[in-house]
């Protein structure tokens, strides 16, 4: 845990920045849950969190699905674009959190640096 500044973690997971080293980008946060990383950088994380706000806004249904609003179970675009994830609601939620709470520490740290 040396290698690393932890920006925000839940239990779901953590988001940090690689401390300055030659195989890194140490300005991209690595954001890591379930069995997942996507290092990112910080606009790439805020589209994350609007596309996440998305499917809790709107939640995508399958066109033959029973289930409808009860669905447990959603798709999630990443900004890889290679890259969706499966989440339930609840790891949704956690998710969220996770992001917010990173940008929330990320903002915070840019303005203490403006100010000192």
Not at 47 to 65: E, G, M, S, Y
Not at 70 to 93: D, F, G, I, M
Request: neutral net charge; proline residues 3%; aromatic residues 10%.
């Amino acid at each position: 845990m040396e290698d690393i500044n932890t920006l925000y973690y839940n239990s779901f997971g953590i988001a940090f920045q690689w401390k300055r080293t030659a195989a890194r980008d140490y300005r991209k946060i690595q954001l890591v849950f379930k069995d997942i990383g996507l290092f990112l950088t910080s606009e790439e994380l805020v589209q994350f969190a609007k596309q996440i706000n998305t499917v809790f806004r709107h939640p995508p249904l399958c066109d033959d699905c029973r289930k409808g609003s009860k669905c447990n179970s959603y798709l999630v675009s990443t900004p890889a674009t290679q890259v969706s994830l499966a989440l339930s609601h609840a790891e949704l939620r956690e998710a969220k959190d996770l992001i917010e709470g990173t940008l929330f520490q990320l903002e915070l740290s840019h303005l203490l640096k403006d100010i000192l």
